[in-house]
């Protein structure tokens, strides 16, 4: 019988020695004293009659859990009983006239002995309910079950040209051998003339029925079976069921041509494009993988049931861990970089390879200057391509695996089809749902879970991120630490009237310079109101920053943050009414310097018989022209009285003064 199975008295049994790499040889034989010595009611134990040494083990008797390791371990325990027996009697079942008969029809000798055989698997197989030659043996083997283990065996031996891809292909071919005998089996190409009878399909009725099915409006497969039976009728194509043309769709071949143009590419790369496995790196912190997903957490807010957060995650590819994260309201460069800061400080190792996706932030100038300093290669990872970003099967495992333990989880991805990975919505309603804050410390306490939680090898993510590293893997030091994570903007900004105002996360953040805590440093104010600087910041402390030459890039000054004064008297904190009065006074004395300053500057001009700014020095050029051309006028009158003047200011001005004059 077999090496792995045996038939006795009506049941099936195992070889004792295989079971070792299932429960351990020291359980094995712990387990066989104890049937031996009667202590335990379950296993069934038997010597073989020719060799003494080894046991054969009940399959009935020995318990559920074990049995599904088994089948695990060696595939269900039937296919490999029936592929032990079926092979010896299908070599009964092949006939010398076989190979014979497909030599004729011009197939090669390889190809005929192939189909010889099939022609003993279709034989053995026509009998009806074969599988009833086990009737009887514990555990039972169904129908259903038998046909498919058989159409896997024969797949397994690559027959030329009878290849069943499931149980029901082979009954089906079985079927058209026991009526058409060897010629059944000849392929269509060498005169195969039974599927022109009522199985081949035409060509352009298989593409009219993709053509439908591929259709972006998603018709079903009872709506293409009726509009394609239709025009067959029309065309004289052959007629089929809608199971068939389900089957004809969803064929391999076929389902490639259809999937994309139905569903949209990014769906069809899950179904149908081929997955390409990858080693993982060689040790921890060789690669860091970051990406950021929204917090599948309720909050409540205002009575209103809300996702509060934005987190954005950075693992370790080697180990799975969670090494950092940031959290804020959307996906932006300083998220990034506190998650970034995060994971440096807990390895204090520099990585090799960060990857990250396309997002806008990733690629901005903050993050890709924090990786440069850091010398860490950044790679974007395949747009559109989930599959290629290592951080996000620990998502997945972060949601399913923790997450959604607690009863305010939003619920996987509204993708998913599975409800065990959807929230209970009546469960969501019956619950006070937790602040913005306490939806922080649960993430937090779920991040701390997942690294410490054992997997299948029974190593913790955490247990695995702290694996040896290799010797020439940078370190990074404090001082290091910080110098990277004060980042340069992009554009510089400029010291006006309000000091320097930067934006960060949408907020607007005021700096000046000063000369004592909350008083302006005017000294520097009137060196330098209107320059550009270039400013470097730390995103974790926006209480100062540091203030560069535009030019030069060297270091000038460092800005603080703009103190709020309380509104009222009884508001100001310690030492506050102090440093308001010096800015008031600062403020009356840069104003008093400005006039005097002007002031100064006007008796110097005049000391230089300079006139002063006013209207006829602004406008003396065109009111010389004026006077020259009603000076001009007059001689012109005088030569010539019965002319009269043009209008002139000069001239009606004199004329209005006369006027007053007759008048007084």
Not at 202 to 213: N, T, V
Request: with cysteine; charged share 30%; aromatic share 10%.
């Amino acid at each position: 019988m077999s090496w792995k199975f045996d038939i006795h008295e009506g049941e099936l049994w195992i070889a004792s020695k295989h079971l070792v790499g299932v429960i351990g040889r020291k359980a094995l034989w712990n387990s066989i004293q104890r049937s031996n010595t009667g202590q335990s009611p379950f296993w069934r134990v038997r010597e073989n009659t020719s060799d003494g040494r080894l046991r054969w083990i009940a399959i009935p008797s020995i318990g559920q859990k074990l049995l599904e390791d088994i089948e695990r371990r060696f595939g269900p325990i039937w296919y490999q009983v029936l592929k032990e027996l079926l092979p010896p009697q299908v070599e009964r079942m092949i006939q010398p006239f076989d190979m014979e008969y497909f030599l004729e029809r011009k197939l090669s000798t390889e190809q005929a002995r192939h189909l010889a055989r099939a022609c003993g698997w279709c034989r053995r197989l026509s009998v009806r309910k074969w599988w009833h030659d086990w009737r009887g043996i514990e555990p039972p083997l169904k129908g259903v079950d038998a046909w498919k283990h058989a159409a896997r065996i024969i797949t397994e031996e690559a027959l030329y040209n009878f290849r069943p891809g499931s149980g029901r292909w082979l009954r089906a071919r079985v079927r058209q051998f026991m009526k058409d005998e060897r010629a059944a089996l000849v392929p269509r190409k060498k005169g195969n003339k039974n599927a022109a009878k009522g199985g081949r399909l035409r060509q352009k009725a298989i593409a009219r029925m993709i053509d439908l099915y591929a259709a972006p409006i998603k018709m079903s497969v009872d709506e293409v079976a009726s509009v394609y039976n239709h025009e067959a009728r029309e065309r004289g194509w052959p007629l089929f069921s809608t199971e068939r043309i389900r089957q004809i769709l969803y064929q391999p071949e076929h389902k490639v041509q259809w999937v994309a143009s139905r569903h949209g590419v990014n769906a069809a790369r899950g179904l149908v494009e081929p997955s390409l496995r990858r080693r993982r790196p060689a040790h921890p912190d060789a690669l860091w993988s970051i990406d950021g997903t929204t917090l599948q957490l309720y909050a409540q807010v205002n009575g209103k049931r809300v996702k509060p957060w934005y987190v954005v995650l950075v693992t370790d590819a080697y180990s799975d861990a969670i090494i950092g994260y940031g959290l804020g309201t959307t996906e932006t460069a300083d998220v990034i970089l506190r998650a970034l800061r995060m994971a440096a400080e807990r390895s204090g190792y520099a990585p090799r390879v960060v990857q990250y996706d396309g997002a806008t932030a990733n690629l901005g100038h903050e993050v890709q200057q924090v990786l440069n300093a850091m010398g860490s290669l950044g790679i974007q990872a395949q747009p559109y391509n989930g599959k290629s970003k290592y951080v996000e099967r620990v998502i997945g495992r972060l949601e399913q695996g923790v997450l959604r333990h607690y009863p305010n989880f939003v619920g996987g991805n509204i993708t998913g089809r599975s409800l065990d990975a959807r929230a209970n919505p009546d469960l969501i309603a019956s619950i006070e749902l937790p602040s913005p804050g306490e939806v922080v410390r649960q993430f937090e306490q779920a991040v701390e879970v997942y690294n410490n939680k054992p997997g299948k090898k029974g190593t913790s993510p955490a247990q695995r991120y702290d694996a040896p590293r290799p010797d020439d893997l940078p370190k990074l030091e404090y001082l290091t630490l910080v110098s990277i994570f004060w980042v340069e903007r992009r554009q510089p900004l400029r010291y006006g009237k309000d000091g320097i105002v930067m934006e960060v996360n949408g907020e607007r953040h005021y700096y000046h310079v000063v000369s004592e805590p909350m008083v302006e440093d005017v000294e520097f104010r009137k060196a330098h109101l209107g320059d550009r600087f270039w400013v470097r910041y730390n995103p974790d402390d926006l209480r100062e920053i540091n203030l560069y030459d535009y030019d030069t890039r060297e270091w000038i000054a460092t800005a603080v943050q703009q103190h709020e004064f309380g509104a009222l008297p009884h508001e100001w904190e310690e030492g506050e009414g102090t440093a308001l009065r010096k800015n008031l006074e600062n403020r009356r004395a840069l104003v008093e310097d400005s006039i005097e300053a002007a002031e100064r500057i006007r008796r110097l001009m005049s000391e230089e018989d300079l006139e002063e700014a006013s209207f006829e020095l602004l406008h003396k050029d065109e009111l010389n022209g004026i006077q020259s051309a009603f000076e001009e006028q007059l001689i012109e009158q005088q030569a010539h009285p019965r002319r009269p003047l043009y209008y002139n200011p000069d001239v009606a001005r004199r004329l209005l003064e006369d006027e007053e004059d007759f008048f007084e």
